[in-house]
């Protein structure tokens, strides 16, 4: 059928051709190793009931596993920030369950996704180890900017004063550009010497723009000691 097509259309065929066989097989790699993350979450912890993406939102199981790696392998009981609740709750409680110590406060701004997550806690004994704070979002002035964000003056109360593990997942993007910047310049000091920041969603652009804004902030850039992505997130290390 191509031996019709003149040269050029004939080169331009194959390149899409090819580009297409390239984003089946990536596609492919990556379903096969969150196939896989799943398995170890669910085989580490065997929680009572099934832990669900609760919409295409959700981090991804690469990344929740990464996460519940870093818990687990905390010298001393870990302190977890999560803006934005999910499944990632659920593991992150089961880690801290098979601990035996540690805790985490999970920010969502939603007061029903907030209930929806607390009855999705529930079934798995984890209470004493996670809590689940509404925080509504509200104009916030910044040097950058004004954000809507979390309530800065619920996260002050209800977020440690240390905080070794941070995960950006919320707010949504869709409430406003560069929505997820506020969380550093806002909790950056109680980031604890040797703690992780992980931005989800770091496959989009504007994620891109809210970690080169914080490199900006010289003081947060001078902790800084490595940097990696996994799956959709970015992982981001701090000096002891």
Same mark, same amino acid.
């Given at each position: ?14 390149? $899409? ?8 097989? !990536?596609?492919? $790699? =990556? ?19 099934? @832990? /669900? ?12 596993? @990464?996460?519940?790696?870093? &818990? ?7 302190? &977890?920030?999560?803006? #934005? ?12 369950? =098979? *601990?035996?110590?540690? /805790? ?24 004493? $180890? ?14 950058? #900017?004004?954000?809507?964000? /979390?309530?800065?003056?619920? &996260? ?20 406003? &550009? ?11 000091? *109680? ?10 969603? /770091?496959? *989009? ?14 003081? $947060? !850039? ?7 992505? @996994? ?10």
């Amino acid at each position: 059928m191509t031996d019709s097509l003149d040269p050029k259309a004939r080169e331009a065929l194959t390149r $899409f051709r090819d580009g297409i066989g390239r984003e089946i097989r !990536n596609a492919h $790699f =990556e379903t096969s190793r969150e196939v896989g993350a799943a398995a170890y979450l669910q085989n580490r912890f065997r929680p009572d009931t099934h @832990v /669900y993406p609760e919409s295409s939102f959700a981090a991804s199981y690469l990344t929740v596993a @990464v996460l519940v790696d870093e &818990i687990l392998a905390s010298e001393s009981p870990p302190t &977890i920030v999560e803006l #934005g609740s999910g499944m990632s709750t659920v593991w992150m409680a089961l880690a801290l369950l =098979e *601990r035996g110590d540690g /805790y985490l406060i999970s920010v969502e701004h939603d007061a029903g996704y907030t209930d929806m997550i607390q009855e999705t806690l529930e079934p798995h004994g984890v209470q004493r $180890f996670v809590q689940v704070v509404q925080a509504p979002l509200t104009d916030i002035n910044l040097e950058m #900017g004004t954000f809507p964000w /979390y309530d800065v003056s619920t &996260i002050y109360a209800q977020t440690p004063h240390t905080i070794d593990l941070l995960f950006i997942d919320g707010p949504p993007a869709s409430t406003s &550009i560069s929505a997820r910047y506020p969380a550093v310049p806002i909790l950056a000091e *109680r980031l604890s010497p040797g703690g992780i920041v992980v931005l989800d969603d /770091y496959v *989009r652009e504007e994620e891109q723009r809210v970690q080169e804004m914080w490199l900006d902030i010289a003081s $947060f !850039n001078r902790r800084v000691t490595s940097m990696r992505q @996994v799956s959709r997130s970015l992982f981001i290390k701090l000096v002891d």
